[in-house]
């Protein structure tokens, strides 16, 4: 077989339109928006030489501004360093942060998270780069999906011991310009593992779910995300419930460094958790839009990305910083106290006006509501002290995917509780 760069080097060599139905309408390739490397200005903007430096690897050495040996798959720089410090990324550490990030060196790219692109943020507040996206509180570890991925070689044949976790999720020679153009799906900028060289979401979309329900991208309007129109019904919202459960689903078996465990398994079917495919019980304490849209939907189906970021959060678990048309009220450091997520689409005893009556306490929907799973007494049972204002119980005993009220301080009731 011939050496890798080799090859890449013949097929850079061919013809434009080989490449023209995809590449040419990429958000890369674009020749108004897209790679203008500062070293290679000589190419025209989109030409593949902003990222692939041919004649470096044919002749094994490799020209400014990245000196040493021809990096993988022919790119200008190492593609990924897989002794990168999660949480801490360095430009060097990846190819993409050469143009995605705030101190990029090729070409300085900026994209908000999701919850500022497709959450109605005001852009300013929150992470305006992808590397800096990553070197939060939380994030995908780019090296455990690069293990992941690249162990599971059946799932993922495209994968290479080269290549780059970032496109595991995303096709550089596809991707599109999602934010620019956000109520258009086709604009889509991701690509599903296992089916890494098409676009999703551009006909896989969130309203093949009868059961969606878009979220607020502003609660103080009708504006839904993502791009505050007042469609609510998710066409516009790629499927991230397929995409993400392409790998968070019930057979694959995935491995945390942060978490220093393997993650608990996805299940988003009818048999699964309630903010996915399982019906909730009766009333639900919950806010708009969910609450008025209960009246001709006996059950909601959530898409990941209402909850979570896709790179990385300053709240843990990469749960996002706004969520339902508002920012949460507290950063959310460990899931002993998950209540500013739950707030945002759940009544909190201020938004009942009953329990404690204070925001951020949870009595009401314990022990008050019609549904309540438990009724208030010995109250040391589950509290460990009693009295009429015992110590609230860590949220996260009861509450996660894939949970039931089998916790040992709690009486069953044999009800889900995520
Ligand atoms: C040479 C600079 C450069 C490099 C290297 C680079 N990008 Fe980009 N990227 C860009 C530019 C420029 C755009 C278009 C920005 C715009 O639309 O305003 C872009 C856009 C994107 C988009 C579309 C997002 C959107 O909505 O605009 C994705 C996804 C993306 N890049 C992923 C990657 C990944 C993954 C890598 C690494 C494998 C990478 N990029 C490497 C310059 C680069
Ligand atoms: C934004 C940077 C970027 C641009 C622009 C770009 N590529 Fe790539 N290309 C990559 C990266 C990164 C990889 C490594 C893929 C991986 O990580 O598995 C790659 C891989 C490849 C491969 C190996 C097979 C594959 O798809 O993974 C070929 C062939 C290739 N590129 C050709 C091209 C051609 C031809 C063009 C222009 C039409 C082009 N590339 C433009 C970043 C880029
Ligand atoms: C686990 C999957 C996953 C990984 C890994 C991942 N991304 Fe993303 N990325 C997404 C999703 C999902 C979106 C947002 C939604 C969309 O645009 O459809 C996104 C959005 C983007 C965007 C567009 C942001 C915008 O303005 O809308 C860029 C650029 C991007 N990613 C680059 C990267 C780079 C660079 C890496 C690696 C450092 C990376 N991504 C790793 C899933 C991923
Ligand atoms: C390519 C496979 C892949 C895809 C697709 C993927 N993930 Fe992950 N995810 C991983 C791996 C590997 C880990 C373990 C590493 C880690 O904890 O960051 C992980 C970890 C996580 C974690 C735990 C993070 C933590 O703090 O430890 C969350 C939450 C998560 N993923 C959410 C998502 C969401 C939401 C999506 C869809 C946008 C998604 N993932 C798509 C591979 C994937
Ligand atoms: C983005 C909005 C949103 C967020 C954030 C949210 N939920 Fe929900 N939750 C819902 C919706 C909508 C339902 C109804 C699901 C259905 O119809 O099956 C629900 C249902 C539930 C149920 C089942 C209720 C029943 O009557 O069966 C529980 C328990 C629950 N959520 C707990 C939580 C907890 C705990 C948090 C915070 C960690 C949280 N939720 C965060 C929207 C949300
Ligand atoms: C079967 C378990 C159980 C029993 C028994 C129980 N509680 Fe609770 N209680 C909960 C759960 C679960 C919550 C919600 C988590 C939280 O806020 O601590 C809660 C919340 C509360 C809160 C809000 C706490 C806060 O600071 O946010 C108060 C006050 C409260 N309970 C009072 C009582 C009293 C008084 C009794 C006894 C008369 C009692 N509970 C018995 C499970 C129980
Ligand atoms: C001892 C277990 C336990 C603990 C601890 C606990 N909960 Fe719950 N919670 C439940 C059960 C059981 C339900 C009822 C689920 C149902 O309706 O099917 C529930 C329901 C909820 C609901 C959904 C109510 C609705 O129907 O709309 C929210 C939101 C919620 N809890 C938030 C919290 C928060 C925030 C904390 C931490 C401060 C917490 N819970 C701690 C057991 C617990
Ligand atoms: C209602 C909000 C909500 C939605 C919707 C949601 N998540 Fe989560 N997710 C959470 C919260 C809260 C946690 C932290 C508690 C826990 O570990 O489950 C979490 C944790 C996780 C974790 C880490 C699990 C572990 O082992 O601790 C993964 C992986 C994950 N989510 C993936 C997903 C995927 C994939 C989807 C869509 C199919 C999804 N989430 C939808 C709120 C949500």
């Known amino acids: 077989m011939l050496p890798l760069s080799v090859t890449l080097a013949g097929l850079l060599l061919l013809p434009e339109a080989l490449w023209a139905g995809g590449y040419l309408d990429s958000a890369h390739g674009s020749s108004s928006a897209g790679v203008e490397r500062s070293a290679t200005t000589s190419f025209a903007t989109g030409n593949c030489l902003h990222c692939h430096e041919t004649h470096a690897s044919v002749a094994g050495s490799e020209p400014a501004p990245t000196a040493g040996t021809p990096s993988a798959y022919t790119l200008f720089a190492t593609n990924f360093n ?75 044949p495209w994968y290479s011991e080269y290549s780059n976790p970032c496109n595991a999720c995303h096709n550089p020679h596809l991707a599109k310009r999602n934010y620019q153009d956000f109520s258009a799906p086709l604009s889509s900028a991701i690509s599903k593992p296992t089916d890494h060289f098409n676009l999703w979401g551009q006909t896989e979309l969130m309203s093949s779910y009868s059961s969606y329900e878009a979220p607020y991208a502003n609660a103080t309007s009708t504006a839904r995300e993502p791009d505050g129109s007042t469609t609510a019904d998710g066409s516009k919202t790629a499927d991230y419930v397929g995409f993400c459960t392409n790998c968070h689903n019930t057979s694959n078996t995935i491995y945390s460094t942060t978490l220093a465990r393997n993650l608990r398994s996805i299940d988003w079917s009818s048999s699964g958790d309630k903010h996915g495919g399982l019906v909730r019980e ?119 995917h894939g949970s039931d009220d089998s916790w040992a301080g709690a009486r069953q009731t044999n009800r889900k509780t995520f």
């Open 82 to 156: 897989t002794s990168a410090v999660p949480g801490s990324y360095l430009v060097a550490d990846n190819v993409c942060f050469y143009c995605h990030s705030a101190s990029a060196t090729a070409q300085v790219v900026v994209n908000g998270d999701y919850a500022t692109t497709f959450g109605g943020d005001a852009s300013g507040t929150l992470p305006q780069y992808i590397m800096e996206a990553f070197n939060q509180r939380s994030y995908h570890n780019l090296g455990d999906i690069h293990n992941f991925v690249d162990g599971e070689s059946i799932l993922f």
């Open 282 to 400: 009766g009333l639900l304490d919950s806010l708009n839009p969910y609450t008025a849209a209960a009246a001709t939907k006996s059950n909601f189906l959530l898409s990941c990305l209402d909850c979570h970021e896709p790179h990385g959060s300053s709240n843990i678990m990469l749960l996002r910083k706004r969520v339902n048309g508002g920012d949460l009220s507290a950063t959310i450091t460990t899931t002993n106290v998950m209540g500013a997520l739950c707030r945002q689409c759940h009544k909190d005893d201020a938004a009942a006006s009953a329990g404690t009556n204070t925001v951020g306490k949870w009595q009401y929907i314990h022990h008050y509501s019609s549904d309540r799973p438990y009724s208030p007494t010995q109250c040391a049972l589950c509290h460990g002290s009693g009295g009429s204002n015992p110590p609230p119980i860590p949220c996260g005993n009861c509450h996660f």
